[in-house]
């Protein structure tokens, strides 16, 4: 059409009449069969992704109107501070809690490991401001701390000899977890060149920021037998990648909450995916979205 507006919308609107059709309360001046065509003409131009981010900016604009606030789930470490002390007492309170973070020698760049210092607090805020309105959750991530070793001393920056510098260190309770965390140059790319998790749904994003979680398994020796038994884990590598907008959330309720092992976790993520959480698409396959692999 000469003014830009593709054939598929009602005769008389555009975009942003459309965004808004719900804050003028115009909805019945489109008819079904107009709902439709759009629908149709939106998909096959837009694709899949424009289609979803439409529709979502429409509810969003309707529910500033309205002032409707979407509601707020307790944020998991909040849920797992607070059962443990309603089950065990104050004493259990964990200050700090966190994790242990191990950077690869091979990282050398000064400038580029600033860099990436401060974008993963940038990828842990950004993903936890979801959380803020929630009572307590300010309070509680004060408490958060990540215990960075830059140089883990006889370490050569193998998964093994980091899972044994993280055997060898004496840590209060809310850091001394199964899984250690490590950066290495491919995670620290990650983190500096993947866009942050507010900038679109996971499922859009084909590079997410990850981080390597070693577990203490990486430092022990394979067990034949156990391999020859089919053991569940046995063989494993002990690592995985994990996103780093996960870690403050399923992840660490997880880990700490002893509520899975390290395999039942990771065993399954393998190559360069990354962990996300435990559903069905959980798993996120290296530079595939998720409407990619769906469609494979």
Same mark, same amino acid.
């Given at each position: 059409? *000469?003014?830009?507006?593709?054939?598929?919308?009602?005769?008389?609107?555009?975009?942003?009449?459309?965004?808004?059709?719900?804050?003028?309360?115009?909805?019945? =001046?489109?008819?079904?069969?107009?709902?439709?065509?759009?629908?149709?003409?939106?998909?096959?131009?837009? +694709?899949?992704?424009?289609? @979803?981010?439409?529709?979502?900016?429409?509810?969003?604009?309707?529910?500033?109107?309205?002032?409707?606030?979407?509601?707020?789930?307790?944020?998991?470490?909040? @849920?797992?501070?607070?059962?443990?002390? @309603?089950?065990?007492? *104050? =004493? &259990?309170?964990?200050?700090?809690? %966190?994790?242990?973070?191990?950077?690869?020698?091979?990282?050398?760049?000064?400038?580029?490991?600033?860099? !990436?210092?401060?974008?993963? #607090?940038?990828?842990?805020?950004?993903?936890?401001?979801?959380?803020?309105?929630?009572?307590? &959750?300010?309070? !509680?991530?004060?408490?958060?701390?990540?215990?960075?070793?830059?140089?883990?001393?006889?370490?050569? %920056?193998?998964?093994?000899?980091?899972?044994?510098?993280?055997? &060898?260190?004496?840590?209060?309770?809310?850091?001394?977890?199964?899984?250690?965390?490590?950066?290495?140059?491919?995670?620290?790319?990650?983190?500096?060149?993947?866009?942050?998790?507010?900038?679109?749904?996971?499922?859009?994003?084909?590079?997410?920021?990850?981080?390597?979680?070693?577990?203490?398994?990486?430092?022990?020796?394979?067990?034949?037998?156990?391999? @020859?038994?089919?053991? &569940?884990?046995?063989?494993?590598?002990?690592?995985?990648?994990?996103?780093?907008? *996960?870690?403050?959330?399923?992840?660490?309720?997880?880990?700490? +909450?002893? =509520?899975?092992?390290?395999?039942?976790? +990771?065993?399954?993520?393998?190559?360069?995916?990354?962990? !996300? #959480?435990?559903? /069905?698409?959980?798993?996120?396959?290296?530079?595939?979205?998720?409407? #990619?692999? /769906?469609?494979?």
């Amino acid at each position: 059409m *000469s003014s830009g507006i593709p054939t598929y919308y009602p005769e008389g609107w555009d975009r942003e009449r459309l965004l808004n059709i719900a804050v003028t309360n115009d909805i019945n =001046s489109v008819t079904e069969d107009q709902w439709a065509a759009f629908r149709e003409g939106l998909r096959a131009d837009e +694709g899949e992704r424009g289609f @979803e981010e439409f529709f979502d900016e429409m509810w969003r604009r309707e529910k500033i109107a309205k002032g409707i606030k979407d509601p707020v789930s307790e944020p998991p470490f909040t @849920e797992l501070m607070r059962l443990r002390e @309603e089950r065990i007492g *104050s =004493s &259990a309170r964990w200050d700090p809690w %966190g994790f242990v973070v191990f950077k690869s020698p091979e990282i050398r760049d000064q400038a580029k490991w600033r860099a !990436c210092r401060e974008r993963f #607090d940038t990828i842990l805020q950004d993903y936890t401001d979801q959380y803020r309105e929630w009572p307590g &959750a300010d309070e !509680c991530l004060s408490r958060m701390k990540f215990r960075w070793i830059e140089d883990a001393g006889d370490a050569d %920056g193998s998964i093994k000899s980091i899972a044994k510098a993280r055997a &060898a260190l004496e840590l209060p309770p809310g850091l001394d977890h199964s899984l250690s965390l490590y950066i290495t140059p491919a995670s620290l790319d990650s983190i500096l060149n993947s866009p942050l998790p507010s900038s679109a749904k996971r499922k859009w994003r084909k590079d997410i920021p990850f981080i390597v979680a070693v577990s203490g398994q990486a430092a022990e020796e394979p067990n034949a037998q156990d391999i @020859e038994d089919d053991v &569940a884990g046995a063989g494993w590598r002990g690592y995985f990648n994990v996103a780093v907008e *996960s870690l403050l959330d399923s992840f660490f309720s997880t880990i700490a +909450g002893d =509520s899975r092992s390290p395999f039942e976790l +990771g065993g399954h993520v393998s190559g360069e995916d990354v962990y !996300c #959480d435990h559903t /069905r698409w959980g798993i996120h396959k290296a530079g595939v979205g998720y409407w #990619d692999r /769906r469609a494979r």
